[in-house]
């Protein structure tokens, strides 16, 4: 057998070596990218439904016709929501929501009730 010094196979390998460790560092960094996206939707989707239910919650106290306090708090599995409510000024008035996630994170809106419909007419949120 002759010797072949002509090095055709360690170029070929590095090259599909270097290929692979391209495509695969993209794919890792698409991984990692989606999942940091999946868990903030997750989070912002229970915000959102942590709102949902305490504006939901403070329109069943409306109907009901009980007084309810101007200051309150709902607790949730991961958050507590606080909520203070203004005067009426008419026939709407203004409750202000504070949700405090377990993580750290606070998150501010504001309801607007009607007090003849008892529904809620205009939601803001404060970031």
Known sequence: MRKNEKGFTYPLTLVVLILFLTVFSF????????RKLARETAV??????YFHSSTKKIEKLMESGIVFPAKGSFTYLKGKMEYQADSPIGTVQKINFTLKMNTGETVIGRGFFDIASKKMIKWTEIN
């Open 27 to 34: 794919r890792v960094e698409q991984l990692l990218t989606e």
């Open 44 to 49: 912002i989707l229970q915000q959102d439904y």
